[in-house]
C-alpha cells in the first residue's frame, strides 16, 4: 500500500524520468506519423480526390473558362465528375480550377477500378440534345460521335442544318444534358 507523498518528500525520479522519456518517445512517433502522412499526401492527385467524391454530395465547381456549376455529385471517375443540376452536366477533371468540399484521401485502393469514363457517360448519350461549353463559348446540338479524345454534335441551330462540329475533349469544359 503507497502513501500519499507529503510535502517536502523527495521527487519520485525515476517515475519522473520515465515520463520525460515517454514523451520524448510520443512526440518522436508523432513526428514520424506526420512525415509519412505529408509524403503520403504529396503522392494523391486531384483526380484520386475527386473520384472519391460521395454520391449526392452538394459541389460547386468552377471550370476554367470562368463558369461555376453547383448541383449535387451523381457520378464521379478518374477522369471526370457529373453533378446534377438544371441538367446533368459531365465536368472533366482537366477543366476545373477549383471544387468545393473535396475529399481528403491519402490514395485509391490500387484494385479500385473506375470503368465509367467520360466516353462511357458521352456513349448513354448518344443522339440526346447537349450543350458543350469550351471556354466560354457554349456549342447546342446532338452528340453525333464520341471518339477516344473527341466528340461531334450535329447543330441545334436549324433543324435542316446538318452542319457538325467535333470538339477535342481536351477543350472541353463542361457538357450539360439538355432536360426532356
Known sequence: MSRKPYPGDPPDVWAEAALVIQAEHDADIRLEARGLAVAEMADVSFAERLAALA????VTVLVRGGTRLSGRVIGRAIDHVTIGGSGDTVVPVHAI?????APRVLHLDSGQRYVRTWRSVMRDWLGEAIDVSTSGVVHSGHISWIGKDHLSIRSLADPGDHAEITIVWEFVDAVTRRIR
Do not use: H, M, N, P
Open 97 to 101: 480550377a477549383s471544387i468545393t468540399d
Open 55 to 58: 454520391e449526392g454530395e452538394e
